[in-house]
């Protein structure tokens, strides 16, 4: 009798032990994924109900109607065809630049046994700490017309006074635009090439098939995933992009989406919210649509696997006597798009004026003094700090919450929640950041929820913009953990939140780390959103770095911060790989 009611205790104990599990996880991973929904879905939410409501963001005082639609597509408030062909242009530049470099670069580096593998993965993997309003600075102080270091020497060289080529054109924009964009695309590719079994490579070779034959037939049919994947997210990246554009061709007329979002918003008075927003829709949609097929892309990446347990190391193509031509080709392709800019970036902040040459009598620190001792920049810089940590820490949150949803649990809707963290996709910065303006001028009568005019709001933006790709940072890793070790816990009675303090996040801590470090890092540079809702208390170092080279000529001066910034990210990026967290899983080759 004893024994019967020891056992019934148990099972009692063993019941309400797994109660407390299931009601412990559905809280966590409930307030997890319901807070995705709402970060993800409720601005765009708020800038439709802006676009079709005859009133100011937030003021009751108006009704439904088609009037900002119309005003936008059928009365010329904006030249959208020209802005369409326009923002087409960037993203179609910017795509065919990034592929062209990204996928030669990756297929030489993991395929071939090109000599100064490292060397040159080290300066193209450099482009991940140079944002892009850095990297259209860099091209002016290099290439630009007037007073563009190479330009100027062309110039003096030919005895004319300006070289014919100007990287204010617009396909010359969409180059540079593409040029940083290079280093992901090679990213996205280069695990699919070291993990696509060399073998069918090798039945080629052995046929006789030439290195372009065995490309075009077997190589890149192999991994049209990532490349497909590298181009969707290069294309609808360049459908948004605001910095280079802004900085390298509003100026001289050319506008593309983002900027004239930007500018309705920001620079008309009183701000055309309603027109801006229905503006935004038409690039919405067309963005939701290549999400949608991305999607759709990425669930039959099964139809493209060889990777097998028995896949021997591949073998290299052997370049011959062409390897020695190659190398040196990249590294001057490197130096004029890489290397030169950066150093022509330093020479610039180190002279009291830039008027294209170097000038070792002019050499001065003055600007460096400047940056470090502005008040206004260090009250810029504790603002970036305090967004990235933000950012870093809530972002990271969610996503692991997010990635252990969908991938360790076998609710219904899994799929739903994975959708979610990829809408991002389809929302350039410049329009996520409309939509949370409108979003807070809709809420701001609310108790706990006025978030306008604070860092709170750039924070929850910058969580939003890099959710996608950490949670497939996420995703990719979590699958490696297997289950027993969960499964060995819950058998001797661990509960839910045991499991997890005590198996689940020590495994994966080296991950949240990376997550961590990779969203606080981007956070520091982005520029977008906290261009589109900074106040006067809320200025952050991008926003500061483009309103003084937008409003106050002093190319020197913002060389000299930019400078800064590019040496703090490779300092933390270079400490965290000295203490084994990288960013990038990169095999050595």
């Not at 060889?306 to 591949?314: E, G, M, N, V, Y």
């Amino acid at each position: 009798m004893r024994t019967t009611r020891r056992a019934i205790a148990v099972i009692g104990d063993a019941l309400a032990g797994a109660e407390s599990r299931i009601s412990a996880r559905q809280l966590v991973l409930g307030t997890v994924v319901c807070t995705v929904a709402v970060f993800t879905l409720v601005p765009l939410a708020f800038l439709l109900w802006t676009s079709v409501w005859s009133g100011y963001p937030g003021r009751l005082e108006g009704a439904l109607t088609p009037a900002h639609f119309i005003a936008v597509y059928l009365e010329g408030f904006f030249d959208v065809g020209t802005l369409f062909v326009n923002s087409l242009t960037i993203a179609v530049g910017m795509t065919l630049t990034g592929m062209a470099f990204g996928l030669t670069f990756a297929w030489l580096l993991v395929r071939t046994n090109l000599p100064t593998k490292g060397p040159i993965e080290l300066v193209l993997l450099s482009g991940q700490a140079i944002p892009g309003y850095i990297f259209a600075i860099m091209y002016i102080t290099a290439y630009g017309p007037d007073r563009g270091f190479f330009s100027v020497a062309v110039a003096d060289a030919l005895g004319i006074e300006t070289i014919p080529v100007s990287i204010f054109n617009p396909w010359v924009i969409a180059f540079v635009a593409g040029v940083n964009v290079v280093s992901t695309f090679y990213l996205l590719t280069v695990p699919a090439l070291q993990d696509m079994d060399a073998s069918f490579e090798e039945v080629s070779r052995i046929h006789g098939a030439s290195i372009p034959e065995t490309l075009r037939a077997v190589t890149f049919p192999l991994i049209k995933p990532a490349i497909l994947s590298g181009v969707i997210t290069t294309f609808l990246y360049g459908l948004g992009e605001f910095a280079i554009v802004s900085i390298l061709g509003t100026r001289r007329g050319f506008d593309v989406y983002s900027t004239e979002i930007s500018a309705a918003i920001r620079s008309r008075f009183p701000a055309a919210y309603g027109e801006a927003a229905a503006l935004a829709c038409s690039l919405l949609l067309v963005t939701i649509v290549l999400v949608y097929y991305y999607r759709q892309m990425t669930e039959r990446k099964e139809d493209f696997m060889t990777l097998t347990a028995q896949r021997s190391d591949p073998q290299t193509w052997d370049l011959g006597r062409w390897r020695i031509p190659i190398a040196v080709g990249l590294w001057v392709g490197l130096f004029v798009v890489w290397i030169l800019p950066i150093l022509t970036l330093v020479a610039t902040s180190l002279h009291t004026t830039w008027v294209g040459q170097i000038r070792p009598a002019q050499f001065t620190f003055v600007h460096y003094v400047t940056a470090v001792t502005s008040g206004e920049l260090r009250a810029a810089f504790a603002n970036s700090l305090f967004v990235s940590v933000g950012a870093a820490t809530v972002g990271t949150v969610l996503v692991v919450g997010v990635a252990y949803y969908t991938e360790r649990t076998s609710y219904r809707f899994r799929g739903v929640v994975d959708f979610l963290t990829l809408t991002p996709y389809a929302v350039p910065g410049i329009i996520l950041g409309a939509g949370l303006i409108s979003m807070f001028l809709w809420l701001d009568k609310l108790p706990l929820i006025n978030l306008y005019g604070t860092l709170a709001i750039i924070i929850l933006g910058c969580v939003i913009v890099f959710l996608p790709v950490t949670s497939r940072i996420a995703v990719g890793n979590i699958v490696q953990i297997h289950t027993e070790l969960e499964e060995s816990a819950r058998l001797v009675g661990a509960s839910w939140l045991q499991q997890m303090r005590e198996i689940f996040l020590p495994l994966f801590r080296n991950t949240a780390v990376v997550l961590w470090f990779f969203i606080a890092v981007h956070v520091f540079q982005l520029l977008s959103i906290p261009w589109m809702t900074y106040t006067s208390d809320t200025v952050v170092v991008p926003v500061k770095l483009y309103q003084m080279y937008m409003f106050e000529p002093q190319i020197a001066r913002v060389s000299a911060i930019s400078t800064i910034i590019i040496l703090l990210t490779l300092v933390a990026v270079l400490g965290l790989r000295s203490v084994g967290v990288t960013f990038y899983d990169l095999e050595h080759r």
